[in-house]
T-cell receptor, first 115, second 121 residues
Framework: AQSVAQPEDQVNVAEGNPLTVKCTYS??????LFWYVQYPNRGLQFLLK????DNLVKGSYGFEAEFNKSQTSFHLKKPSALVSDSALYFC?????????????WGLGTSLAVNP | GAVVSQHPSWVICKSGTSVKIECRSL??????MFWYRQFPKQSLMLMAT?????????EQGVEKDKFLINHASLTLSTLTVTSAHPEDSSFYIC?????????????????FGPGTRLTVT
């Protein structure tokens, strides 16, 4: 069965420091991987995705993520955190093959960037 | 970019009444829309997949007679919470897939609406 794990409920980082939000996944085939961000009382905004090709994916707002097939991970990173990055981050996965169009979601990681 | 709207953004209703939430894709066509429910500080729970012109596919444990979904056009899906009770209070979010992407299965993402906060008193 497909699954996504975000092992950290909360990540705290000082402004200007690098940040990492972790995500690991489990699918039977090749994955599509996504990161979304949710600001308070808002819907989700797409950050980036891995479909194929280069393992390092660059997305919105200076975020990037690295697909690691051997570790089945897709950690979200940013070299220098901003206070405005504080939000709830969700990782999601979908199998590349097959007719299942659903995304499987992680439980979310709350990122707090301290000034 | 692709924009999805939801209406209303928030609603308060009395127990026993029904509430309709609209989800619209504003600048693209969507054969598939998804309805999610989110509890405070929790992940998204997929309720159902809404397909234009056909019946919605509900996730296990979601009452189809309570959460009525209609996807009458390529730009509009509605979720009606019937005979609402306080335990139905939640944040409901819809998302949509661009029809153009449906034809290209190598690329896939969902565009999310801003959500609707439902409070049942």
């Amino acid at each position: 069965a497909q699954s996504v794990a975000q092992p950290e409920d909360q990540v705290n980082v000082a402004e200007g420091n690098p940040l990492t939000v972790k995500c690991t996944y489990s699918v039977s085939g090749n994955p599509y991987l996504f990161w979304y961000v949710q600001y308070p009382n808002r819907g989700l905004q797409f950050l980036l995705k891995y479909i194929t090709g280069d393992n390092l994916v660059k997305g919105s707002y200076g975020f990037e993520a690295e697909f690691n097939k051997s570790q089945t991970s897709f950690h979200l990173k940013k070299p220098s955190a901003l206070v405005s990055d504080s939000a709830l981050y969700f990782c999601a996965v979908r199998e590349k093959d097959g007719n299942n169009r659903k995304l499987i979601w992680g439980l979310g990681t709350s990122l707090a960037v301290n000034p | 970019g692709a924009v999805v709207s939801q209406h209303p953004s928030w609603v308060i209703c009395k127990s026993g009444t029904s509430v309709k939430i609209e989800c619209r894709s504003l600048d693209f066509q969507a054969t598939t829309m998804f309805w999610y429910r989110q509890f405070p500080k929790q992940s998204l729970m997929l309720m159902a997949t809404s397909n234009e012109g056909s019946k919605a596919t509900y996730e296990q444990g979601v009452e189809k007679d309570k959460f009525l979904i209609n996807h009458a056009s390529l730009t509009l899906s509605t979720l009606t919470v019937t005979s609402a009770h306080p335990e139905d209070s939640s944040f409901y979010i819809c998302s949509a897939r661009d029809l153009a992407w449906d034809r290209d299965l190598s690329s896939y993402e969902q565009y999310f609406g801003p959500g609707t906060r439902l409070t049942v008193t």
